[in-house]
């Protein structure tokens, strides 16, 4: 299908501009996106909107707006069904659970990455870098739970993957250290003590 080659190629474009924080670029796209759906519901084409759903979540996620978030990872979740790819799966899981977790529903957001970390360290084993992303929303959901001494851990078992897969000179590892260095603080913050943060 055509379309949904062309509304996956938008997909992947909000990706890099949000993971790149280009935000003024990804509000073009997702006002094209949005345009591109109502395009695909007009012509009523079964085509699964929950990656790119999931990717409007993190738009506004990462812009802190996160009533907006929520409501866009709850229509990614509404998306769900077999036809969802593994790895768009696990996205979905994630954002929702972060979006949950800012809305202090933490039931819901536990029950979102406990799924996203079983899922993903059955499908893409536990040495990935998927699974070590999965692991530091996990850790997120545990800091924001007040569980610091287990989020410690967590965090530690994502950095080790990411210095075994990529080496220890890698943005993406310093990002971990510092996720951790942060739990550790927090964690020791509570206790008065500040022998590791």
């Known amino acids: 299908m055509e379309m949904a080659r062309i509304l996956d190629c938008y997909k992947r474009l909000l990706h890099v501009q949000n993971v790149y924080c280009k935000f003024k670029e990804a509000e073009a796209t997702f ?3 949005q345009k591109y759906i109502q395009k695909i519901e007009s012509l009523e084409l079964n085509i699964n909107l929950g990656s790119i759903y999931s990717e409007f979540a993190s738009f506004y996620f990462l812009q802190s707006n996160y ?4 409501r ?3 229509k990614a979740i509404m998306q769900l069904d077999s036809a969802v790819s593994h790895r768009d799966l696990v996205k979905i899981l994630r954002i929702g659970s972060k979006s949950c977790v800012v809305k202090k529903q933490f ?3 536990e029950f979102l990455i406990k799924q996203a970390v079983q899922r993903t360290r059955q499908r893409f084993g536990d040495r990935s870098l998927i699974y070590a992303a999965t692991l530091i929303d996990y850790g997120y959901f545990l800091l924001h739970t007040d569980a610091t001494g287990h989020a410690i851990e967590v965090y530690q078992k994502a950095l ?3 210095i075994e897969v990529l080496g220890g000179r890698n943005l993406l590892v310093a990002v971990v ?3 951790l260095a942060y739990a550790a603080y927090v964690h020791e913050y509570s206790t008065g003590r500040f022998k590791d943060a």
Request: aromatic residues 10%; glycine residues 0%; without cysteine.
């Open 72 to 74: 866009w990872s709850n």
């Open 67 to 70: 009533k907006e978030a929520y």
């Open 31 to 33: 006002k094209d996106v």
């Open 107 to 109: 039931q819901q957001a």
């Open 160 to 162: 080790d993957i990411h």
């Open 177 to 179: 250290h510092e996720d």
